[in-house]
Every structure is written in C-alpha cells, then in structure tokens.
C-alpha cells in the first residue's frame, strides 16, 4: 500500500456527528417516498412514518456494518476500500430490505409491497442506496482528507510557534549562568540543573502532554534562575495549591507567560516587583491567573507575540474549552489562562 493511502479515510460511522447526518439522509429518503405519486393507498403522514422507520432502521444497519468493518476497509487502498464500503452498504441494504418483506407478509401487515414481489423492492432499495451510497461516501471523504489537512496545518503552526517560544527562555537563561560562574560557583551549579530540566522539557517530544505538576515545576526552575539574576528585585506570591497536578497539558504553556511577566515588567522596574501567580478550579475548570507590574509608560501588550503563541496552542489542545485572557492596565498587566478541568479530586 502506498504511503498516502495510509491514512484514516473512512469516517466513524458510530460517532455522533455521523450517525446524525446519516439520519438526515436517511429522512430526506423517506420524505421523497412519502411524496411518489403512486402513494395513494394510505395518507401521506401514515407512509412517511412508515418510511421513516423503514430507512432509519436501514442508515443504522448499515452504519453498525460499515463502523464494524472500518478497520478491514481502511487496510485497502483508497480505491478498493470506497468500493468495498458501497458494495457492503448495497448488500446490507438488500438483505435488510428482503428481511423486511419476509417479515411484513408472515405477519399480514402488507406494509411494504405486494406478494411476489420481494425481489423488485429489495433491488429497487439497494438501487436507491447505490446512488445515494457513492455520493455520501464520496462527500465523507473528503471530509475526512479535509479535516486531516487542517489538523496537519495546524499541527505544523504550533510546532513553528513552539520553536518560536523555546530559544527566547534558554538563551536568558544561559545569560545569567555565564555571569555566576565566577562569582558564585554554587548559585551557578544549581542554575545548571534547572536549565537542563528546562532543556529537557523544551527538547522533549512535542505529541506528548506533560501535566501541570510538572509545567509548575519547571515554573519554579524558570523562577529560580531569574531570582539569582534580579536577586530582591523579583518577589514571588504563589498560590496554587489548590490546582490538579495530574492535569494534562502541552509542554511550555504556562512558562511563557511567567517569563513575559519578568521580562517584560518586574525586570524593566528600578526597583522590581512582585509576580503574583494565583491557581483554583471552578465550575469545571482550572484557572489560573499571572500577575505583574509594568512601567506606566509601557506600549501593552508588548509581549504580543509570545502571548498569540501561547493562544494558539490554547486552541490547537483545547479549542473551545480552554481560553488566555489578557487584561493590560496601566502599571500593571494581567494574564488569566483556563484550561478544562479533566481530572477529578
């Protein structure tokens, strides 16, 4: 099999989304047998019940055979599978549909079509699933190749922007270790240790998630390296007992923001300031807050770009559920990250 046909290109029919826009075919199917003109024998609302029924018990037949076949199918080529999933969905529609109009005449309900001729409805269904099969699967498709590109792009992006991130921190790292080796040979050494667990993080594999115990680890290797270089110009006010360590979450999230508060507020004041970073969960979620002064005379946020990075990861890991709040005040700058709270107490 070729590399590009590799890939998941046939859709979870079990999943929700699927099911449902198979059961919207499926009732625009029964509307249009509703509405044939040879449909005289009972009212138009008794056939379309009737054939709601009838085609929404044959898009979930065929839904439960094409999710229970998914693995089989993709291990084709593309071509060979798209083919062998409409010509299982023509087969299973036969069968259901011949099934059916065993069971209508052995109970005498003559819902379906006259005695005699069984055949002709089977065919004439699967020849209905035929067409609508090859254009559904068609459109499925694609979806699926479209969603897959746009998860790729995506993925890219965060990557570019995660290296983006990652050489900023380790340099102003160095930076300071270079100016303690003289002066302070053990201040020194333990700067070494925490800038290789910062090493490891930023070089660690990106598909993983690490957790927030340890993304708040390495705050505090981050917090140390820089509390040798600004001494009592950085004062730290931490409160995040309360946050779930086991938390999932991409690597280096909260540490640019943490870095932005330093450099681009406390270490730009004559005098310091205090960094506040404040943690809670509520209403299902876990949020936590970074705090810092700036110069009043500051042009906010001039950590723009680091702060868009950060959102996009937000987006990419998260989406909807997960949100970076950035509050500039004059004298001071605010940043509010909150991410789902999947983990329990």
């Known amino acids: ?73 993709e291990r084709l080529s593309v071509r060979a599978g798209f083919f062998a999933a409409w010509a299982l969905a023509v087969v299973t529609t036969a069968l259901g549909s011949a099934v059916v ?67 900023h921190f380790l340099f102003n790292s160095m930076n300071t270790i270079a100016s303690l080796i003289r002066k302070r040979p053990q201040d020194a050494e333990r700067a070494v240790e925490d800038l290789s667990d910062l090493f490891r993080a930023a070089l660690g594999a990106r598909e993983t998630l690490a957790t927030l115990g340890e993304e708040l680890d390495l705050i505090g290797h981050y917090l140390r390296i820089e509390g040798l270089r600004l001494g009592d110009r950085l004062q730290l006010d931490l409160d995040l007992d309360d946050l779930p360590r086991d938390l999932p979450l991409p690597q280096l999230l ?57 959102r996009a990861r937000i987006e990419y890991h998260f989406g909807d559920k997960g949100a970076l709040l950035v509050q500039p005040e004059r004298g001071e700058f605010t940043v509010t990250v909150r991410l789902p709270d999947v983990t329990t107490r």
Request: glycine share 6%; proline share 6%.
């Open 254 to 310: 909260l540490q640019p923001l943490v870095e932005n508060a330093v450099y681009h507020g406390i270490q730009r004041l004559p005098a310091g300031g205090t960094l506040t970073i404040r943690g809670k969960r509520a209403a299902g979620q876990v949020e936590i807050v970074v705090h810092n002064p700036v110069p009043d005379d500051a042009a906010l946020p001039r950590n723009a770009h680091a702060l868009s990075n950060v």
């Open 101 to 167: 109009y065993s069971m209508d005449h052995a109970l005498g309900f003559g819902l379906t079509s006259p005695p005699g001729s069984g055949w002709r409805f089977s065919l004439g269904n699967a020849a209905i699933c035929a067409l609508i099969a090859a254009a559904l699967l068609r459109y499925l498709y694609i979806r699926e190749l479209s969603l897959e590109r746009i998860q790729a792009a995506a993925k890219a992006q965060v990557d570019a922007l995660q290296a983006r991130i990652r050489p």
């Open 1 to 73: 099999m070729a590399e590009s046909e590799k890939h998941r290109w046939l859709p979870q029919f079990c999943s929700l989304p699927t099911l449902f826009a198979l059961m919207v075919v499926a009732e625009v199917v029964a509307l249009v047998i509703a509405m044939a003109p040879d449909r005289v024998a009972r009212s138009w609302i008794s056939e379309l019940a009737i054939a709601s029924v009838f085609v929404q018990w044959l898009a979930l037949l065929n839904a439960v055979v094409l999710c229970s076949s998914r693995e089989t199918l």
